[in-house]
């Protein structure tokens, strides 16, 4: 064999031509979601409720990686290194959409605190795990922080709020959002230059009042959290329009949009 003799010589030759491709960005952007049970695929892992991520997929002409996971808040999403995974992936040019919200509430003083409720407050205010002695931060600590990251590699985030609810349980329209949609709002506007804020509670929340009761009510077959892969669907629609008119702001997801998307509210 004249292997060992002809490697070396090819390899040179490579080396004398190829390009730095790792310098490069990406020809389109990757989006990547970070998020929980009703943005990750299979949310309840059940078949019969889904999240809104990957539908995602249908309505732009871009790559979308869902990263969301079932349970996790914007604190403990940080704590596992979630959104650091998510960092370690991002090319300049990329989007992170981040969406939390569904498991941020309780009390992280609690001696059973379950390590995922944030401190309470918007600021820099901290306090102590009831349980570990962790000490917590606010929910727009952590997602500024994760933005931060994320814009000083040259990436764009979209930080969307919340899904809501059903907002048609018990039969009656009733739609005041959490205080997690500001938080969301508000820490897209702290960090500022290379973030942006789609109000995706809102828009799921047109979306169910021109849907009415019994359409939105069926959208929801186990609990009134989850939806169906239907509803799911949906959400991803109401997101895409949002994204599409601009609702809270121009996102960067805008330019990826397909042509034709369904308007849902
Ligand atoms: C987003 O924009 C819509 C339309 O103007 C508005 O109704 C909604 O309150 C805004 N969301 C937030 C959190 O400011």
Redesign the pocket.
């Known amino acids: 064999m004249k292997l060992s003799t002809i490697i070396p010589f090819t390899s040179f030759a490579l080396g004398a031509f190829a390009l730095p491709g790792g310098l490069n960005p990406r020809a389109a952007p990757m989006i990547y979601l970070a998020g929980d049970s009703t943005m990750a695929a299979k949310g309840a892992n059940d078949g019969a409720t889904d999240g809104w991520g990957q539908y995602l997929a249908s309505y732009v002409t871009t790559t979308v990686v869902n990263k969301a996971i079932g349970g996790r808040s914007a604190r403990s999403y940080s704590n596992e290194g979630r959104f650091t995974e998510i960092a370690n992936l991002v090319k300049s040019g990329d989007i992170v959409v981040i969406e939390f919200g569904h498991n941020d509430g309780g009390s992280p003083t609690s001696t059973t605190d379950n390590a995922r409720s944030d401190c309470p407050g918007t600021g820099e205010e901290t306090c102590k795990s009831g349980k570990t002695g962790e000490t917590v931060y606010t929910f727009g600590h952590y997602v500024k922080a994760a933005a931060n990251t994320y814009i000083a590699k040259g990436a764009k985030v979209v930080i969307s ?1 919340q899904t809501p609810n059903n907002l048609w349980e018990g039969g009656k329209y009733s739609a005041s959002a959490p205080r997690f ?2 938080y969301a ?1 508000q820490a897209a506007k702290e960090v500022g230059t290379g973030a942006s804020f789609v ?1 995706h509670f ?1 828009a799921v929340a047109n979306m169910y009042s021109k849907l009415g009761n019994t359409a939105t009510n069926a959208l929801y077959p186990n609990d009134h959290t989850h939806t169906s892969p239907k509803g799911a669907d949906l959400s991803a629609q109401a997101f895409a329009q949002a994204i599409k008119v601009a ?2 702001g121009t996102t960067p997801i805008s330019p990826y949009l397909k042509a034709g998307n369904p308007t849902v509210w």
């Open positions: 709020s949609v500001a709002a109000d809102q609702l809270n």
